[in-house]
Nanobody, 121 residues
Framework: VQLQASGGGSVQAGDSLRLSCAVSGRTFTTYAMGWFRQAPGKEREFVAAIGLSDGSTYYANSVKGRFTISKDNYKNTIYLQTNSLKLEDTAVYYC???????????????WGQGTQVTVSS
């Protein structure tokens, strides 16, 4: 399974970005995908996850109401719509694929290369 994340950029606080993660390879073994982020000097943290079979979603409290995870099964792509961005959202955002929805990075088997999101005032 290969994951290719894109869509990051430099924006101002309050702006929006849509991150994409294109999935290729043997995806039939994965049924959950997640977004994580890692800021400099901090551990990788959970942002959102989605079940590919039923579309169930789960969010970190810090992004609930501002971020939306979605999927397009025909394009084998998941998205993370990020609205009302804050300075503290600045991080490298990673997409990941695994057998189940989890907030723990170790539960995901495959990772994309990351895309940088920088929010300035």
């Amino acid at each position: 399974v290969q994951l290719q994340a894109s869509g990051g950029g430099s924006v101002q606080a309050g702006d929006s970005l849509r991150l994409s993660c294109a999935v290729s390879g043997r995806t039939f073994t994965t049924y959950a995908m997640g977004w994580f982020r890692q800021a400099p000097g901090k551990e990788r943290e959970f942002v959102a996850a989605i079940g590919l079979s039923d579309g169930s979603t789960y969010y970190a409290n810090s992004v609930k109401g501002r971020f939306t995870i979605s999927k397009d099964n025909y394009k084998n792509t998941i998205y993370l719509q990020t609205n009302s961005l804050k300075l503290e959202d600045t991080a490298v955002y990673y997409c990941a694929a695994g057998p189940m929805i989890s907030t723990m990075p170790k539960m995901y088997d495959y990772w994309g290369q990351g895309t940088q999101v920088t929010v300035s005032s």
